[in-house]
């Protein structure tokens, strides 16, 4: 199934806000509340839209740190532990902390976001944590200075 501008228009007013009614999507878009009724319907089903989600204020919660660590993957290790790049990028992903995880090209291979209390949290989950796992070279952290809304 491929969206088209109406479902791209549903989905946009669905981003902004996964609780809107059917009614207010239908004033936002312009579009008929049983039109946007229906291609809700069928952007789940076709699983375009694969689930509802809440956007958290991560400094009411005491996560005032965020940072990007790059890894640069030991291949020679990994093929020794019989692992994979994937693999291990599943373990990262599962560790306390870690927003987001992608095996990425270019000069690193893997690509971590992480969300922690402070500075100190930060370089134990890097020096402690990261670096001490099999398969990991190097890393290289970029602390977030101020995050972009989308």
Request: hydrophobic share 40%; proline share 2%.
């Amino acid at each position: 199934m491929m969206a088209d501008d109406k479902d791209i228009l549903i989905l946009d007013a669905l981003k902004k806000n996964a609780r809107a009614s059917v009614l207010e999507i239908a004033k936002e878009t312009g579009l008929p509340n049983t039109t946007v009724h229906n291609r809700i319907k069928k952007l789940k089903k076709d699983k375009v839209i694969e689930g509802y989600t809440i956007r958290i204020n991560p400094q009411k919660i005491g996560k005032k740190i965020a940072a990007y660590i790059s890894i640069t993957v030991d291949y020679q290790t990994l093929k020794k532990q019989k692992q994979t790049q994937k693999q291990l990028a599943e373990k990262i992903a599962k560790t306390p902390g870690v927003i987001e995880t992608d095996i990425i090209t270019g000069g690193s291979d893997i690509l971590v976001k992480v969300r922690l209390k402070n500075i100190e949290e930060l370089n134990k989950f890097v020096t402690e944590t990261l670096r001490n796992l099999d398969g990991v070279e190097k890393t290289e952290t970029m602390v977030i200075l101020k995050e972009a809304i989308d």
